[in-house]
């Protein structure tokens, strides 16, 4: 078999020992990969490169595909921004999978029968990382859901289970609230899901779901959602199956992939050879899968089984009643590597002789543009010199022909017309203009008009959002109270 080129990051902290054990038992496992370094992280990041990445590794990325990575440290603050998920946005690895299972008796958990696969979006919502200061006390960060990339990652919820032989997806949203946003990641579950009549399907809002997740995540199997609550939730889930440290995560697009444990550097560890490189061999576990080896997957998977089974066991694991022995990173990898031709006495054996590859190619059909009408415009207000009543009256003034105030909100509420005295509000106002006829739409040149009056008020707009009806739906949602 011809070696396959794998682009591989030490990374930062903890990731030289767990990455130089990962690659001891797959060297010792016979896996046909043919190994290109490459440095990212802190040490960019301390000679002021702020990406973490220089140019000759994107090249690197690029022409293999395939990205075994330890983790990293990404400062905070400064404007630097996460390279995980520059990576992840940039090759476009929108599919994020991240397997958590228990296993007793050997690794303590309360879950015994837990089997869950998580799959998060990876490119879209609050990790669009757009956010501004739009006032002295207001920060902005937008939320963005597309379709296209909904239905890329619903899809490959589905096919991912009917491959592996999964009975059940579940979707969790937060749709009561984000009617537009997660109401679309909803939306899209439900007519995908009528493709897959072998596979069940189910929605549970995310915070109630969050809690069975946490008390009998037994109930799930497959479950798809949104990025943020799949980055959160993957890792409560990976530490209630037995540890944060065993999780291993793949991250799947059309031209590539990446493999990676799902915790972080752990820099307080790092250089003490106690760390569990478990959650990265099991990564790449799933790397050798993906790339046509899965004879050594399953030889490296059944012979870590069998080394938990042992109870040869890492710090973080370890205890008097299951472990027979703890052990250091190294001495960790050097017990899997004794135990690369048995299999599991208690564990079933993991066969992926047959296993397809986790695929990639997921497609979308773009729908034909909408009929979009433009109605009204909000205008938001950096203001802070008096009563919503008295910007009320302001804002009237500035009325034209084809517009006129409707409504003034304040982080959602509505506080004019007939706001409350007890809602609080901040110097951030959101200004509901909407045309005076409803049989002419409105044009930008009467938006601009409009914005010419307000700054003639001398009130200061920092931005606006044009709202529109698509196929005579509303493209916008209410105001709390309206």
């Known amino acids: 078999m011809n070696k396959t080129a794998v682009t591989v990051a030490y990374g930062d902290g903890i990731g030289p020992e767990i990455m130089q054990a990962v690659l001891d038992i797959l060297m010792e496992a016979q896996a046909k990969i043919d190994v290109e370094c490459i440095e990212i992280g802190q040490k960019l990041y301390s000679r002021g490169i702020k990406s973490g990445i220089e140019p000759s590794a994107w090249d690197s990325l690029r022409r293999t595909g395939v990205f075994l990575k330890a983790p990293i440290t990404t400062p905070q603050g400064g404007g630097v921004k996460s390279l995980n998920v520059t990576i992840r946005k940039s090759l476009g690895l929108y599919a994020n999978v991240r397997p958590c299972v228990a296993y007793p008796p050997f690794v303590h958990t309360l879950h015994p029968n837990m089997d869950v696969v998580i799959i998060r979006e990876n490119e879209e919502d609050l990790y669009a ?59 899209v579950f439900d007519e995908i899901a009528l493709e897959y009549p072998d596979i069940e399907n189910e929605h549970w809002i995310v915070d109630i779901g969050a809690a069975k997740l946490a008390d009998t995540p037994e109930v799930f199997d497959v479950i798809v959602m949104p990025n943020l609550y799949g980055d959160i939730l993957s890792d409560v889930a990976a530490q209630i199956a037995g540890s944060i440290g065993m999780a291993g995560s793949a991250n799947i697009g059309e031209h590539g992939a990446m493999f990676e444990a799902i915790h972080g550097s752990a820099p307080a560890i790092a250089g003490q050879n106690v760390a569990n490189p478990s959650g990265l061999l099991l990564a790449a576990v799933m790397m050798l899968v993906h790339i046509g080896q899965p004879e050594v997957a399953a030889r490296i998977h059944n012979a870590w089984l069998r080394t938990i089974e042992d109870g040869i066991h890492t710090a973080d694991i370890y205890s008097p009643e299951a472990s027979t022995k703890s052990v250091g990173t190294t001495e960790f990898a050097a017990a899997v590597i004794a135990r690369l031709n048995q299999l599991p006495q208690t564990f079933s054996a ?86 005076t006829d409803d049989n002419q739409p409105v044009q930008h040149s009467d938006i601009i008009n409009l914005l010419q009056h307000i700054s003639n008020a001398e009130l200061d707009f920092i931005k606006c959002e044009n709202l529109c009806y698509f196929d005579g739906e509303p493209g916008f949602t209410l105001g709390q109270g309206q």
């Open 350 to 435: 993991v066969t992926y002789t047959n296993a397809p590859k986790l695929r990639s190619a997921i497609t979308t059909i773009r729908k034909p543009a909408a009929n979009k009408e433009l109605v009204g415009v909000d205008v938001f207000l950096h203001w802070r010199d008096g009563s919503p009543d008295t910007l009320g009256r302001l804002l009237e003034a500035t009325n034209t022909q084809a517009l006129a105030l409707t409504m003034v909100t304040n982080r959602g509420v509505k506080i004019w017309p007939n706001g409350l005295p007890e809602t609080f509000c901040t110097d951030h106002w959101r200004c509901r203009f909407m045309r």
């Open 129 to 187: 990382g757009i956010e501004h200061r739009q006032t002295d006390e207001v920060m902005q960060c937008l939320k963005l859901i597309s379709r296209p990339g909904c239905e890329k990652i619903v899809r490959y919820a589905f096919e991912y289970a009917r491959q592996n032989g999964r009975k059940r997806v579940t979707c969790f949203t937060k749709d009561n609230i984000m009617k537009l946003t997660d109401g679309l990641f909803h939306k």
